[in-house]
Nanobody, 123 residues
Framework: QVQLVESGGGLVQAGGSLRLSCAAS????????MVWFRQAPGKEREFVAA????????SYADSVKGRFTISRDNSKNSVYLQMNSLKPEDTAVYYC????????????????WGQGTQVTVSS
């Protein structure tokens, strides 16, 4: 069992930066691939970025590639999402999730989910 708690969301102007954190409980955190999804109002939840259990493999949605960086610190049972050059279209609730069915882009591959943190980017 893994419990996930996101933090770090907030209101930022376009062009600004935020760093999201996801703290995990459970001794098996290091065996899980981790991912960030987001969901904007009226839209479906979409993949943002993923990292393998070791952190050596990462994957990004085209819309955030070059602006966002996913990382993890297994000693702290945490995964992070550094978001730079934010745009109004990045406004969404951001969710972290854990799974061990590969570092894919589908929600069903991730078994455990956090409650989400709101990111709002003003123009």
């Amino acid at each position: 069992q893994v419990q996930l708690v996101e933090s770090g969301g907030g209101l930022v102007q376009a062009g600004g930066s935020l760093r999201l954190s996801c703290a995990a409980s459970g001794r098996t955190f290091t065996t899980y691939n981790m991912v960030w999804f987001r969901q904007a109002p009226g839209k479906e939840r979409e993949f943002v970025a993923a990292t393998s259990w070791s952190g050596r493999i990462t994957s990004y949605a085209d819309s955030v590639k070059g602006r966002f960086t996913i990382s993890r610190d297994n000693s702290k049972n945490s995964v992070y999402l550094q978001m730079n050059s934010l745009k109004p279209e990045d406004t969404a609730v951001y969710y972290c999730a854990a799974g061990n069915q590969g570092i894919g882009r589908q929600q069903y591959q991730y078994e455990y989910w956090g409650q989400g943190t709101q990111v709002t980017v003003s123009s």
